[in-house]
Nanobody, 126 residues
Framework: QVQLVESGGGLVQAGGSLRLSCAAS????????MGWFRQTPGKEREFVAA????????RYGDSVKGRFTISRDNAKNTVYLQMNSLKPEDTAVYYC???????????????????WGQGTQVTVSS
């Protein structure tokens, strides 16, 4: 089992920045590829970003490319999502998730992830 706890969400004005953190415990964090997803009421969970086990490879959803950056610190068992130039449409609950392997394009599918956090709310005001 891997337990994931997100933090860092909150209310920010459009154009501002936030950094989300996801702390992992349980099994060896460095063995897992990590991802961030987001969801708004009535919509499917949307892929945001993913990072491979050693942080060498990253993928981003089209809507966040150039604005968001995913990173990880395996010594701290933590994955981060730096969000810049935030827009009102970025408002959502953000979830981190752990996958047992790096699957390239398939990292954009929530089905490939084994463990999920409880989520943290991000609200961007206009």
């Amino acid at each position: 089992q891997v337990q994931l706890v997100e933090s860092g969400g909150g209310l920010v004005q459009a154009g501002g920045s936030l950094r989300l953190s996801c702390a992992a415990s349980g099994r060896t964090f460095a063995n897992y590829a990590m991802g961030w997803f987001r969801q708004t009421p009535g919509k499917e969970r949307e892929f945001v970003a993913a990072i491979s086990q050693r942080g060498i490879r990253q993928r981003y959803g089209d809507s966040v490319k150039g604005r968001f950056t995913i990173s990880r610190d395996n010594a701290k068992n933590t994955v981060y999502l730096q969000m810049n130039s935030l827009k009102p449409e970025d408002t959502a609950v953000y979830y981190c998730a752990a996958a047992g392997a790096w699957l390239g394009d398939s990292m954009e599918s929530s089905n490939e992830y084994d463990y999920w956090g409880q989520g943290t709310q991000v609200t961007v005001s206009s």
